[in-house]
């Protein structure tokens, strides 16, 4: 059985999660480089799998030391979000100082960057085995084109900026799309099951109950 980790970054608020196994990890979005290197690290886990939920710098800031560190590890991502690593407009990166600066964080330096595309693609779902666990990802834009979400073992289910408790999805940043959003996301979230533990990409997780909550 995977031991399940959560680190916020205190900068962005977003979450990265680890869970490891036997020696191994699999990460899910890499929010910074620092903090999941040094978990990795203090309980002797090796980066396996790299995962993200979609393309946006808070998300996916420490991908690329974590690349270094562990060269083996294998990144997978949707088309869209693979894509979208490599521009500073469509990561978000170009922009977080000034959202930053609107969540009350001034004079905080956050320079663009972009990531080098991820190892293996899907453009609609991708299914795997890691050490006896099931991995799913579902393509859900409407955020931004490469989100997804990913189900661990049909019981998890990490949804990325989507599920945040008491918060709006957000559909207006740069080629975030409320149509995609409406026509196939949102159907799909309304549908997860009452009893699915929802693992957010901001705040803390949750156990779904029925009705959506």
Not at 73 to 93: H, I, K, P, R
Not at 181 to 196: H, I, R, S
């Amino acid at each position: 059985m995977a031991e399940l980790i959560r680190l916020e970054d205190p900068l962005t608020g977003g979450n990265c999660y680890i869970l490891g196994c036997e020696g191994g990890a699999v990460v899910i979005d890499p929010n910074r480089a620092d903090a999941p290197i040094a978990c990795l690290e203090e309980h002797g886990w090796a980066a396996e799998l790299i995962l993200l939920t979609h393309e946006h710098c808070d998300h996916m800031g420490g991908l690329e030391e974590l690349r270094r560190r562990w060269p083996q590890a294998v990144t997978a991502a949707s088309e869209a979000c693979s894509a979208g690593l490599g521009d500073e407009v469509q990561n978000m990166s170009r922009w977080m100082e000034v959202y930053l600066a609107f969540q009350g964080k001034r004079d905080v330096s956050y320079p663009p960057f972009t990531c080098r595309p991820v190892d293996l693609t899907f453009a609609q779902s991708w299914q795997h085995t890691w050490r006896g666990h099931a991995i799913r990802c579902v393509a859900l834009p409407g955020h931004s084109p490469g989100s997804c979400g990913i189900f661990w073992d049909e019981d998890m289910f990490f949804s990325g900026d989507y599920l945040i408790p008491d918060s709006e999805v957000v559909l207006r940043l740069p080629r975030g799309n409320a149509q995609d959003y409406e026509t196939y996301t949102k159907p799909f979230l309304d549908k997860l099951p009452a009893g699915l533990r929802i693992l957010p990409g901001h705040g803390l997780p949750y156990t779904r109950t029925a009705g959506g909550k």
